[in-house]
């Protein structure tokens, strides 16, 4: 899934299988593009159609410099995970729902 003309056209082009595409939004997209964005991610996830979700986008840290930034989304790491590789307890949960 992509989103963005840029990256649609670059794996479009390497003719890379394209799940969804999401083009038009602006740097500051609205609450609905992230609604529509969020649900097809959440629906391919729940659907089992990918195992893991992964973010990756430029993250911009001055004018002349941006760099690639990879995160995982999705699944969620267990409270127990976040706890040990926190180095402490969790104080609290939290229920993501999109």
Not at 55 to 84: C, D, N
Request: hydrophobic residues 45%; aromatic residues 12%.
């Amino acid at each position: 899934m992509l989103v963005g003309k840029k990256a649609a056209d670059y794996f479009r082009f390497r003719n890379y299988q394209i799940e969804a595409s999401f083009s038009g939004m602006t740097d500051t997209p609205s609450y609905e593009d992230a609604r529509v964005v969020a649900t097809t991610v959440r629906d391919l996830f729940v659907s089992e159609a990918v195992d893991q979700v992964i973010l990756a986008y430029q993250e911009f840290v001055s004018m002349g410099t941006q760099r690639v930034a990879v995160r995982k989304f999705l699944p969620l790491e267990s409270m127990q995970t976040v706890a040990t590789e926190g180095g402490g307890d969790a104080d609290f949960t939290c229920a993501l729902r999109i």
